[in-house]
Every structure is written in structure tokens, then in C-alpha cells.
Nanobody
């Protein structure tokens, strides 16, 4: 059973960096495309970045393109999100997600394709 756990969130100043991690304690991670989503207070959940199983397909939201980098280590069962040049508008709860139904080469940007979600980690960026 997939059990995703995020970590690495925190409170930082604008311009700082953070690296989020997501591990799968259920050890099913290595077969799934994965993604990061975020949800700010009072807003809908939005796509941040996604990555296929072999990392051959990677997509970013326009708002984070050039500042965030998604990566994965299948041997370590860990998904990462390196966030640089953080802005106050990046403040949100960040969730990792995995899909067991789409192709391994896919990297969906629509959250409806992901069945497994972590509990989220808070990222707060002060101005």
C-alpha cells in the first residue's frame, strides 16, 4: 500500500530556498509517476510539478518554471522538490501524489489522475 509522507517545509524569507521530500513508506513508489501540488488558504489546489517514472517527462506550472526543480530517486523511494527564489505567493501546503493507473511514461498535471496523496507540508514565505 502506498503511504506518502512529505517533509522539509518551513518558514523562510523571500528569496530563500527549501527542499521538500516525499517518501513512500509502503515501498510502492518505484512504479509510479508522481507530482507536487499545493493549496494556499482560501484557494483551490493547484499543480506545481510532475515527473514520470524514469524522469523522462517533467512538467512545471508556469508560476514555478525556472525556480523549482522536481526530481526523484527510485532506489531511495524519494521524490524531491527543490524550491529556489521563493516568493510570498508560494506560501501553501505542499502535497506529493502518485498514480498507479497511468502509464509509467506519463506525468499528469491533473490531480484527478493521482490516487495516492501525502498529508502535506506547510511552506510559508515571508516578505
Amino acid at each position: 500500500q502506498v503511504q506518502l509522507v512529505e517533509s522539509g517545509g518551513g518558514l523562510v524569507q523571500a528569496g530563500a530556498s527549501l527542499r521538500l521530500s516525499c517518501t513512500d513508506s509502503g515501498r510502492m513508489f518505484s512504479t509510479y509517476p508522481m507530482a507536487w501540488f499545493r493549496q494556499a488558504p482560501g484557494k483551490e489546489r493547484e499543480f506545481v510539478a510532475s515527473i514520470s517514472y524514469w524522469s523522462e517527462n517533467i512538467y512545471y506550472a508556469e508560476s514555478v518554471q525556472g525556480r523549482f526543480t522536481i526530481s526523484r530517486d527510485n532506489a531511495e523511494l524519494t521524490l524531491y522538490l527543490q524550491m529556489n527564489s521563493l516568493k510570498p505567493e508560494d506560501t501553501a501546503v505542499y502535497y506529493c501524489a502518485s498514480s498507479s493507473t497511468v502509464s509509467l511514461t506519463a506525468a499528469p498535471r491533473d490531480g484527478s489522475h493521482y490516487e495516492h496523496w501525502g498529508q502535506g507540508t506547510q511552506v510559508t514565505v515571508s516578505s
